[in-house]
């Protein structure tokens, strides 16, 4: 095999992990992405929640203290 057939092979071979590599990064980038998005939708749905549970508790009767005895003293 001349030396030219020889570079040939591993340009192609290159090229072929290039190719490949580059499917790789453009899944992995979109994967990213989708990712990113449904982290805000949860955290919108957190901040959301938090909101609702402040509501629900600022509705709720205040609490004994803890400091005070059961009523059966």
Do not use: C, F
Not at 21 to 29: A, N, P, R, V
Not at 44 to 72: F, I, K, N, T
């Amino acid at each position: 095999m001349s030396e030219i057939d020889d570079l040939q092979q591993r340009l192609t071979a290159l090229e072929s992990h290039s190719a490949h590599q580059d499917g790789t990064i453009e899944d992995l980038s979109e994967m990213v992405n989708r990712q990113w998005q449904e982290i805000e939708v949860l955290k919108r749905l957190v901040s959301e929640l938090r909101a609702r549970l402040g509501r629900v508790e600022d509705d709720v009767e205040p609490r004994a203290p803890d400091d005070q005895p059961p009523p059966h003293y």
